[in-house]
């Protein structure tokens, strides 16, 4: 765990080393209740986005790191799974058509603040259909995907609402399977965080995303306050990376069509170009940094990528 604080903390998490205490914490006082793998997990994946120093990010991944041979694995492992359930190794985004249940659970201080409307949910709902439903650009793919709100619920408690004790909060208040939406609204240095989901068979009590309360459509988190950071937080539940994710390499993001890119987006740099790789980056992309009002899209690349995982491990 040392090590392991170490490695994030060089990497500029920051809260991340107190967010390793408490998961420590809780694994000792839990006792068996939770696995030796699950711990790992909820240490894992609490590295994230500290969006007040630079735009959306820029100091790590707001998702558990995946190395580039655990990244092949990873595709090596779902291309099976999907042979197995389905015929084929790839599953065609048109295949799905399903709808997300989602729930959103509103974690309000002890005294009732920070908590957000139901008319933001709501537009939060909508704005999770819009853009999985390609309608800010002309070239973005229509995942198929569709979300619809099941339940709401408040919490008040200055801990949870901290993202403190978060494996904790989270399993004792996770709603659904494997296919259900889990919307934890906090306030953190962060916009938000995901699990993935070829790690919901191994602690399917945390899986879900971590989102910062006034990133909600009308929240006051300048510059990331249309709802977007749920849409690409999302993205990750669904099995995406960053388009950054690997940098300048071919494997990059294991999607064809998002060109290579250097590092994350801040802003909305139109035109650059931080690799040597065919294309420009992909700044639109939901899957990259930049402002809210800057992403417009998902490829079809990536929605054929979020179908399969989907198949594979969430239907
Ligand atoms: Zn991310």
Redesign the pocket.
């Known amino acids: 765990m040392t090590t392991r604080i170490s490695r994030i903390t060089r990497s500029l998490c920051r809260t991340t080393a107190i967010s390793l205490a408490l998961a420590g914490t809780l694994v000792v006082l839990g006792g068996a209740a939770e696995s030796a793998s699950a711990r790992i997990l909820a240490e894992r994946d609490v590295c994230a986005?500290d969006f007040g120093a630079s735009a959306r990010?820029g100091h790590g991944?707001?998702?558990r790191d995946v190395s580039a041979s655990e990244q092949k694995s990873i595709d090596a492992q779902t291309a099976r799974i999907l042979r197995d359930k389905t015929g084929s190794a790839t599953v065609a985004p048109t295949q799905f058509g399903g709808s997300i249940p989602v729930y959103v659970h509103v974690m309000r201080t002890a005294s009732g603040g920070d908590d957000v409307t139901d008319s933001q949910i709501a537009q939060q709902i909508d704005v999770l259909n819009a853009t999985y439903a390609g309608q800010e650009s002309s070239t973005a793919a229509n995942t198929g995907f569709t979300f619809s709100l099941v339940g709401t619920y408040r919490y008040n408690n200055n801990t949870w609402n901290r993202d403190g004790a978060s494996a904790k909060y989270r399993s004792q208040t996770r709603k659904g399977g494997p296919n259900a939406l889990n919307i934890w609204l906090v306030d953190f240095s962060y916009l938000?965080i995901?699990t993935f989901p070829w790690d919901y068979a191994k602690n399917p009590s945390i899986d879900g995303i971590r989102v910062q309360y006034s990133s909600l459509p009308g929240g006051s988190s300048t510059n990331f306050n249309l709802g977007e950071t749920a849409t690409?937080?999302a993205g990750?539940w669904l099995g995406l990376y960053?388009t950054f994710q690997g940098g300048c390499t071919t494997t990059n993001d294991s999607v064809a069509d998002t060109p290579a890119q250097g590092s994350a987006s801040s802003g909305c740099p139109a035109g650059r170009d931080s690799c040597s790789l065919p294309g420009t980056d992909p700044i639109h992309n939901y899957?990259d940094?930049s402002y809210d009002s800057c992403y417009t899209e998902f490829t079809a690349g990536q929605s054929s990528r979020m179908s399969s995982m989907f198949t594979a491990y969430r239907a």
């Open positions: 986005t990010g991944a707001d998702h938000g995901a690409h937080e990750h960053h899957m940094y």
